[in-house]
């Protein structure tokens, strides 16, 4: 009944616009009452968004049994589960995305659809870093970090129209964030070498001018 009055609800949405459909809209085109559709979604914008809980319970079970695997390689693998959510259904999610960008209400529901999945990253995070320097600082950002890049591959896949593998192309943006975060390694592009520049600066002489000598040197470096 639920995956119906979605269905119901999105048609409606597409062929009349979301500000011109009603819930007896919906209702009167799944066969069922008033009553039916708000056991399932508490609004219509729910009813655009009808498969991130389901996703979202995943996830949290997926960080569950993580275990005792690396923190950021966990939460960055948990994101992989809300791309593969869009990537199951590529003509809906696309249509989705036109629709949210077309009323600022989707928007800002999704909005806070994005917020519940940062908060059970990071969530999971502050468990596992508890009691370490900066644990619950660190986690809150890479939380953050992780999502950010996701939805980065996921909205330029969506703006393709759904082509192409967007499995690979999350993982494409979020080895920038197990790079610089998972085991302190350096960021992607970054030399990891251990190159030293020695500088000799006056004593006394301003911090600007030391500042400007050794983007000066690291300049010269590159060249």
Known sequence: ????????????????????????????????????????????????????????????????????????????????????????????????????????????????????????????????WNGTPDGALRAEVVAAAVVAAHNNALRTWLRTGGEGDADAAVEHALATVREVWAGGRAPAGEPAGDEVIVMVARKGAPLWRVVQQVESALTDDRD
Not at 83 to 106: D, H, I, N
Not at 107 to 127: G, K
């Open 1 to 128: 009944m639920r995956e119906v009055l979605a269905e119901s609800a999105f048609a409606l949405f597409l062929e009349r616009g979301f500000e011109r459909t009603t819930v007896d809209d919906i209702v009167a085109r799944a066969g069922v009452g008033r009553r039916s559709f708000f056991r399932y979604f508490p609004s219509k914008e729910d009813a655009v968004f009808p498969d991130h809980d389901r996703c979202l319970a995943d996830m949290t079970a997926f960080l569950e049994a993580a275990g005792d695997a690396e923190p950021v390689g966990a939460v960055c693998d948990a994101a992989h589960l809300v791309m593969r959510m869009y990537a199951a259904k590529p003509e809906f999610s696309v249509q989705r995305y036109r629709l949210t960008r077309e009323v600022p209400g989707l928007r800002t529901y999704e909005l806070s659809v994005v917020r519940r999945y940062e908060r059970t990253l990071a969530a999971y995070l502050r468990t596992r």
